[in-house]
């Protein structure tokens, strides 16, 4: 039994109060759902440039430039902390455990329209792409063709969630593509031998056959 479950008679006062307070509730937690997602959306974004990051890490020249620092060879007042081991590897570390915890979130959805959809674009091959219509169907309602655009933004593990393989019924690629735009779709179809012109995909070569 909640709380609300079988109070006494209240005065009008206190039944004004309660309702304050529960819009209060409701628009705090409005406002930070609004912000979670917005921020979330931001965090997979800048994926690309925290690889980037990685990748400098891991190179010689991250070391050279190590070493050209514990000798001096960086101006004092330059920001450097790119080159202070512990900094750059925790941060990574905090990514990676972040990406896991997104990632083990989702999996704890048992079902939802939203993991039908990212199961759905699991299944797409490499070399192919399938447009929203078909991620709609595949996910139980062709109707949603919209949904899957909205929870493709809202991509919570694109590393395993291949979003960019999926276009318009025109095979248009996506100009609103959550983690970097259509130049980046293209590049990442580009790179599994899927051939761009213009921005538009052969659907009749490329298109995924369930």
């Not at 109060?17 to 406002?31: G, K």
């Not at 060879?73 to 590897?89: H, N, Q, T, W």
Request: glycine letters at 8%; a negative charge.
């Amino acid at each position: 039994m909640s709380g609300f479950d079988g109070m006494k008679e209240e005065t009008s006062i206190q039944r004004i109060q309660r309702i304050t307070r529960m819009e209060e509730i409701l628009d705090t937690a409005t406002a930070m759902l609004n912000d979670l997602e917005q921020k979330m959306g931001e965090y997979e974004k800048y994926q690309s440039e925290i690889k980037i990051l990685e990748e400098y890490y891991a190179s010689q020249q991250w070391k050279d430039d190590f070493e050209l620092d514990e000798k001096g060879g960086f101006p004092a007042d330059l920001k450097r902390g790119v080159l202070s081991e512990d900094g750059i590897y925790n941060l990574l570390e905090r990514n990676r455990e972040m990406k896991l915890r997104i990632r083990e979130s989702y999996e704890l959805i048992s079902d939802c329209p939203s993991k039908r959809i990212y199961e759905a674009v699991k299944q797409i091959p490499y070399g192919r792409v399938a447009t929203y219509a078909d991620i709609a169907e595949l996910a139980g309602d062709r109707k949603m063709a919209r949904a899957v655009g909205n929870a493709l933004h809202k991509n919570p593990d694109p590393e395993h969630i291949p979003c960019f393989r999926v276009v318009n019924a025109k095979g248009e690629l996506a100009g609103g593509f959550a983690f970097g735009g259509a130049e980046v779709q293209a590049k990442m179809l580009e790179a599994e031998g899927v051939e761009v012109v213009d921005g538009v995909v052969d659907l009749k070569r490329y298109r995924w056959s369930q």
